[in-house]
């Protein structure tokens, strides 16, 4: 009964679509990488760079869009470094990206105390609100879920639209998808491997960026250190689940995004009285693992994913 | 007058190498080598492995830059060292391993970089006629919307000139085209090739099979140690000239002695074995190994090569039927019993099974009996032994080397592949397993690989060789088995088939026409 209630309440729908939203940028940039046939794991530590970024952006007079602006920068700058040492030099990529991630990680906990060193608790800003899209957000159920957002959430979907168009409908898509799948035939055509491929990391990075700053700028209105807490994992995980597909990929962000809303709200039902709450807190990760496994049985992985090309090497 | 036209046509240079020199440290890839193509001709360029054809063509290409020498196409020079200069300037390449995303659609392939990156749309009905156009013309079918992944390899091939042609390329440059189509692909291909001509394409074919050279082309090109060594007009010259100013010296394939076939050392009855993926596994194959007597098995690859292989190697165990040797049946099959039953396995791929890279001699040449004594006892190596065993190899089998202590990469592919010989042979194997041995040799090391197969089949012997290389099969087999799709076709003496007989057994005609096994 309980549960039929939950799944029916607006506001459920319209705390999944909020909780989605930075899975939606994360996988999305990790999509792009993974396309071009590099593994991002610095994901978890730019998400985190990200969302510092875009906050101190906006708090230090920049405006909001200016922030989101900051942080895409900030993330497209570990990308270039990321990019950099798995690309060009061939470095391993599982390496590069953890690396990445403690680097970026700790130079933002750094940054922080550097910009606020007297502060016990950290200032908030005027985040996004939401912005009602006339007559669509009166339709009943979805009208608050989806109309009822913050423009980061509507940048968002439209993102995962633009990412397919891009993907499937353009040349530079076509010749991104073949570094991932057979470099030598990108090379073979004169075209630059190494180019695409740095490209793809340093946008996808910049959209893990924003990712993160929807956290600080869009869920919340401060930052906080352990904010990120696993989000990049998850959207690693995702994308296999998307079988790197935009489209699928948006859909286990709302998957994993409704099965965290679930676990809140069961939480305080009488059920979440007899059964400790770190179980709940497990479910949507369980879930997912479960769906993953379902899922991903028959994804394609791009042929080529973290296999470094060296031009003029057989 | 239309007649003079047209001998003005053929007279155009269409592409010039100018005394192009390229050195790699101390080894002179190519030294002043100079070529010209003209309108409407086919010139083959022939030459071993390491004799700088594909180094000459990388620089065509802009992979390297040449140390000095030009590259002058439709008589503009081409910057060095800018590999869309040549394509842009109408030369297109199909490459010996092909380059082809699979998991991407014969489209997307052909279309990949012939847009500008930034345009908005991919603009695919007016590509998709192109395309169907350029099919019709040429005689290359192939569906436009085929995941190429599913395409055989011919089909892919077909793919790979497409897309040269799709760039308006004037100029088509094949690497080893037929390496591996068969006889009918291959007569399939030259009728496309011959279409090309006609239009006005010129075309340069890179290979070393010698009677297709004399097929196809006008003239030959010959290179040897990177220097152009000869240039003959294929109708002034034949066959065994062109294999003498190959290798320098006259050649002398190894001679084939008659066969004295004894019983069988190994004996498949009705084996099946599952499917592998997309390869497929073997269907109710028979099939004896007859001591003393070389056992070809023809086959476009990927047609179950890779299944009896692994069967024999004791990799995989039959689904159903029998395997048998000199001493019974034996139902649980492994690697480790194939050893000790006296199989040896040359390897198909030197490389990925054959050899671990950034071991040395010594721990390569006893990856297989490093078990055994003499080289371990009680769970000890007994380095001493394994090292002079290596030694013996090395001097018997003429590996060139610093010594045992070097790392195998740092070896070519000839001297990799005598070391696997030498230790598969030196174990005297009864039953040897000869997967693709010669291929990427040069024919020196192919010659020698071939006489030392032959002399462990007149040492009593039962030899199985594998490849794709119907000229090879068909030198050095006695009895010659067709596989296609996992079916194997009946034995066939030497000498009673042709070609292009055995072609229509490869395509996996004739097998239907077996009485069906009851299943």
Known sequence: MDLIDILLSASFWTAAIRIASPLIFATLGELICERAGVLNLGIEGIMVAGAFAGWMGAYSGLGLWGGVCVAMAVGMMFGLIHSLLTVPFGLSQHVVGLGVTLLATSMTYYAYRLALPEVTSPPKIDAFQPFEIPILSDLPLIGPALFSQTPLTYLAFVLVVVVWAVLYRTPLGLALRAAGENPAAVAAQGLSVTGIRMGAVIVGSGLMAVGGAFLTMSAFDSFFFEMVNGRGWICIALVVFGAWKPGKALLGAILFAAFDALQIRIQQTPLGADIPYQVFLMMPYFLSILALIVMSRRAEVPAALMVPFNKGER | ?519
Request: aromatic share 4%; glycine share 8%.
């Open chain 2, 1 to 519: 007058m239309a007649k003079q036209d047209d001998v003005q046509k053929r007279a155009q240079v269409v592409l010039r190498l100018d005394r192009i020199t390229k050195t790699f440290g101390a080894l002179v890839a190519n030294d002043a080598v100079s070529l010209s193509l003209h309108r409407g001709e086919v010139i083959a360029l022939l030459g071993e492995n390491g004799a700088g054809k594909t180094t000459l063509m990388n620089i065509l290409f802009g992979q390297y830059t040449a140390d000095s020498g030009t590259v002058e196409v439709f008589t503009q020079t081409i910057p060095p060292g800018n590999p869309r200069a040549a394509l842009d300037a109408g030369v297109g390449m199909v490459h010996q391993h092909f380059t082809l995303a699979d998991h991407m659609t014969v489209l997307e392939n052909v279309t990949l970089g012939t847009h500008s990156l930034w345009k908005t749309n991919l603009d695919s009905v007016a590509t998709r006629a192109k395309i169907v156009r350029l099919a019709e013309e040429f005689r290359l079918q192939v569906d436009p919307d085929a995941i190429v992944g599913t395409l055989t390899v011919g089909e892919r091939q077909r793919v790979e000139i497409l897309k040269a042609l799709y760039r308006d390329a004037r100029i088509l440059i094949l690497d080893e085209p037929t390496a591996v189509l068969t006889p009918q692909e291959t007569d399939d291909l030259f009728e496309t090739l011959r279409e090309a001509v006609d239009l006005g394409l010129s075309i340069i074919f890179i290979s070393h099979k010698l009677h297709e050279v004399m097929a196809i082309s006008d003239r030959v090109l010959i290179l040897r140690h990177g220097k152009m060594v000869a240039e003959e007009r294929t109708s002034d010259t034949d066959k065994h000239k062109l294999a003498a100013l190959m290798v320098g010296s006259e050649v002398h394939a190894p001679e084939v002695a008659p066969a004295t076939p004894g019983p069988a050392l190994m004996s498949l009855a009705d084996v099946c074995t599952p499917d592998k993926g997309n390869a497929p596994g073997l269907k109710q194959v028979t099939l004896d190994l007859r001591a003393g007597q070389i056992t070809g098995l023809a086959g476009v690859s990927g047609n179950g090569q890779a299944a009896l292989a692994d069967l024999i190697g004791g990799l995989i165990q039959p689904e159903s039927g029998t395997l048998t040797l000199e001493d019974g049946a034996h139902p649980n099959w492994t690697a480790r019993e194939a050893v000790h039953s006296g199989v040896g396995r040359i390897p198909e791929d030197r490389h990925k099974t054959g050899t671990i890279a950034e071991f040395d001699l010594t721990e390569n040449a006893i990856l297989e009996s490093y078990k055994d004594a003499p080289f371990s006892r009680r769970g000890w190596m007994n380095w001493g032994r394994a090292e002079a065993f290596t030694r013996e190899v090395i001097d018997t089998y003429d590996v060139r080397c610093p010594g045992p202590g070097t790392r195998i990469r740092l070896l070519s592919g000839g001297n990799m592949q005598k070391l696997i010989l030498g230790r598969v042979l030196e174990s005297e194997p009864r039953i040897i397993l000869a997967n693709q041995p010669v291929r990427g040799l040069d024919i020196g090391a192919v010659n020698y690989v071939h006489s030392r197969l032959l002399e462990a089949r007149d040492k009593g012997a039962a030899v199985l060789l594998i490849s794709e290389d119907l000229d090879e099969i068909m030198a050095l087999s006695d009895v010659i088995h067709v596989i296609s799709e996992g079916q194997l076709s009946p034995e066939f003496a030497r000498g009673t088939m042709s070609p292009a007989e055995l072609g229509v057994w490869m395509a996996g005609h004739g097998f239907e026409a077996e009485p069906a096994h009851a299943s």
